[in-house]
């Protein structure tokens, strides 16, 4: 089975400097985006959700793995 890397919201794509991935478009953009589409968004609370969600399905067996020092622009 391949193994997947999960991406988080705002996480930063790996290989591809400068893009990142929007959940609440489950699109690859670029930083410019979230000051454009999403102002007046909770990023933080939006990543602290996603990443939950992925942690739940970890304990019952995905094949998508995210590594504890997975860049992310919130994370300057
Ligand atoms: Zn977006």
Redesign the pocket.
Known sequence: MKIKRFYAHCDAIEGTPGVFY?S??N?L?KEK??GE??PNKNHVHKFNATLAEWKQKEARGTTRVRPDDAPNRLMK
């Open positions: 929007c609440f478009c699109e953009v985006h979230f589409e999403h």
